[in-house]
Structures are given as C-alpha cells and as structure tokens.
C-alpha cells in the first residue's frame, strides 16, 4: 500500500513538467539557450550561445563576450544564413524573449503575448514570421545537455599551444573540429524532412537583427541618439518630419540608421553632441531663531527685577 501511494503521487508531480517531444522534422523546433560562463585567457569570461535542432541534433554554436541580445542575434543569423527560418525557437530563458516574465511561473509552453512588450530578440522574430514557445528548464533539456556535456569533454581535452585561445581561435575550433565531431555522434530520424523556410527579400538582416528603437524629430529636424545630435537632410520631405516617430536601428560597428515608413532618411552627425546642462539646485537656509532682528523679547531681560515671592504666589494662584 505505501509502495502504491508513493507511485500515485510520483506521477501527479511529472505530469505537470511532461518532457516535450521531439520533432520529427528538421527545423520543427529549434533550442536556444546559453551554455554557461566559459573561462577565457588572463581570467575572461566567455558566454557559450547554442541553437540546437531537436529532430536532426544539427547545431550552431559560438562563444561571446557577453549574453547581449546583440551578441544571440549574430549566432540567429548564422543559422538563418545557413539553413534557413526555422519554424519555432524554443528557450528556457523567458527574458530574452519578453518582459516582465512571472517569476516561477513555469507549468508550461508560453507563446508571444500582444500585452506584453518584445524584447528586441522577440521583435526579431516576429518580422522574420518565427514562433516562440517557453518551456521550463527540466523539459527544455535532453538533447541540448548532452551538447554542453560533450563539449566540455572535448574542450578539456583539446591541448592548445600557448596556454587559452583567443575568442576567434576557440569559435574556429567549433566550427572545424567540435560540430563535426558532434554530427558523427548524434543519429537522426530516417528521413525526417526538412521545414526551413528561405529568406525572403524582404528580409533584410542587417535591420531585422539590430537593436531597434523608436525616437521623435525634434521641429528643428534634428534626432538626439545617445547623446549625439543627427541632423535630417532631406529636401523633399522638408518640415512634414517635425514631431515624426522614426524607427533607429544601431548595426554592427555601431553604424546607425533611421527609417521614416519604408524609406531611410539621410542625416549628418552634429559638430559637437549635446551635453545636458548640470542643474543646479539651491540649497535653503535654515533660519535662525531671531532672524532679521525682528525679536526684541530678550533685551535686557537680566536686567529686569522679578516679583516678590508674595506677588509670585498670587499670580500663580490668579491663573491657575
């Protein structure tokens, strides 16, 4: 009977984390995550960045400086160059992909919320038409802990020249030596078909997989971005962009463009950016007790005589 009992309540707690199933096509469903903290020459940290697909185990892998949403959407684009737009991501990391996620809130898949604002990495995906869901960690993992688990083997047992690889040396070694290694490992469904779709022309990269944020022209037609001044220079729109909402886009290299609707607007960085003024603010003083000599209570108070203790006795008793 105890045996029983312990059964019944084994299995009422894994049916709220159920595995989720493996796709049975290549690019069905597609694992985002971040391998951990990697160590680096002289002491650096790298951040292991991981797009695995759960049908095929075919991988992308590439370390970062840092988890920046810049730094994911460069291994995303890897991939979409490769094979194409896949046609779910699926991550472990609500954050990434939508603010203000509900703190321990993991009994299942999560979809794109239209309440909810998207992070830049959910605004990528939405223009390149590419389905989110957010599974918790216990069912996000399988296929990818095993990749993290392999490569850490390998990593260890790779003897470098001079002691730690640079960033472009470890990357290259991923690339030539871990991921084939990899696809030698792993044994994909017989025919599992392949549901990547291609880019389309309108996709255009570089803008869908920049930072993007939306900013007003002032009525002098200039846009302040990052403390610096640009200046809009476009003679056939003239004033009609004063108070116009504009799409910027910071690229890699920190190059900059601004769109108004479907065109890009031409600009001229300022001579000098704009430094908000210090401000100023005035400290109060505290007033004294006989501020301005308006109080003359005290004068010559020890110099007046007091009433005699009989008088005293009879004030005190009169007021009492």
């Known amino acids: ?20 199933r493996r796709s049975a096509k290549f690019g069905e469903c597609v694992q985002w995550e971040i391998g951990g903290r990697w160590q680096g020459p002289q002491g650096a940290n ?53 603010w203000s996620p509900d703190s321990g809130d993991h009994g299942g898949p999560k979809e794109f919320s239209e309440d909810q604002p998207l992070t830049q990495i959910g605004r990528a995906l939405q223009e390149l038409n590419i389905g989110w869901i957010s599974c918790s960690y216990e069912a996000a993992e399988g296929g990818l802990a095993k990749f993290l688990k392999t490569m850490r083997s390998q990593w260890k047992e790779r003897h470098w020249g001079s002691g730690q690889p640079a960033l472009e040396q470890a990357n290259a070694w991923i690339e030539s030596d871990f991921l ?38 002032r009525p002098d037609l200039t846009l302040r971005i990052d403390r610096c001044v640009y200046a809009i220079s476009e003679p056939a729109l003239g004033r009609t962009l004063a108070g116009t909402a504009v799409r910027v886009e910071t690229r890699s ?68």
């Open 1 to 20: 009977m105890p045996n029983a009992l312990w059964r019944v309540r084994e299995a009422a707690i894994r049916s709220e984390e159920n595995p989720r």
């Open 46 to 98: 790298w951040w292991l960045i991981v797009l695995l697909d759960t049908a095929t185990s075919h991988a992308i892998a590439r370390f970062a400086p840092d988890a920046s949403a810049t730094s994911q959407l460069s291994v995303l684009e890897l991939w979409l160059r490769k094979y194409g737009r896949m046609s779910i991501c699926c991550t472990a990391r609500r954050s990434f992909f939508q």
């Open 180 to 217: 084939p290694f990899w696809r030698e490992l792993t044994v994909a469904f017989p025919a599992p078909g392949n549901v990547h779709r291609p880019l389309e022309a309108s996709h255009d990269l570089a803008s869908i997989l920049s930072h993007v944020r939306t900013s007003r022209i």
């Open 253 to 320: 290299r920190g190059v900059i463009a601004i769109r108004f609707q479907d065109r890009y607007l031409n600009y001229q960085l300022g001579s000098s950016s704009e430094t908000p003024a210090p401000r100023v603010v005035a400290k109060r003083r505290r007033k004294a007790p006989n501020a301005g000599g308006r109080s003359n209570w005290n004068n010559g108070f020890w110099l007046r005589r007091g009433p005699t203790l009989d008088r005293a006795i009879k004030i005190s008793n009169a007021t009492s």
